[in-house]
């Protein structure tokens, strides 16, 4: 079993950074894959980030590539989302997800574990 609690949401400018964390327990970030999701109003679940168990490879939704990047601290046992030039379309309900398969996925159904979420706002 693994355990994802976020934290780092809150209420950003446009052009402003969030750094979004993502701890876990029950098993190692080396051992596990790990993603964002969010999740806007009236709107589907949507990838936005993955990186690989050992760290070395990440993947990111077009929307946000160059401008979002996702990482590991394995002394921490912690997942990273950093944010910056933050868009009001950002908005959205922001989950961390993991899973013990091997490559990372784009598709929500592919991860068994999940956190609660945390909520980040963009003011234009």
């Known amino acids: 079993q693994v355990q994802l609690v976020e934290s780092g949401g809150g209420l950003v400018q446009a052009g402003g950074s969030l750094r979004l964390s993502c701890a876990a327990s029950?098993?190692?970030?080396?051992?596990?894959?790990m993603a964002w999701f969010r999740q806007a109003p009236g709107k589907e679940r949507a990838f936005v980030a993955a990186?690989?168990?050992?760290?070395?490879?990440?993947y990111y939704a077009d929307s946000v590539k160059g401008r979002f990047t996702i990482s590991k601290d394995k002394a921490k046992n912690t997942g990273y989302l950093q944010m910056n030039s933050l868009k009001p379309e950002d908005t959205a309900f922001y989950y961390c997800?993991?899973?013990?398969?091997?490559?990372?996925?784009?598709?929500?159904?592919?991860?068994?574990?999940w956190g609660q979420g945390t909520q980040v706002t963009v003011s234009s």
């Open positions: 997800a993991a899973d013990l398969s091997t490559l990372p996925f784009t598709s929500s159904a592919q991860y068994n574990y």
């Open positions: 029950g098993r190692t970030v080396s051992s596990i894959v």
């Open positions: 990186i690989t168990k050992s760290g070395s490879s990440t």
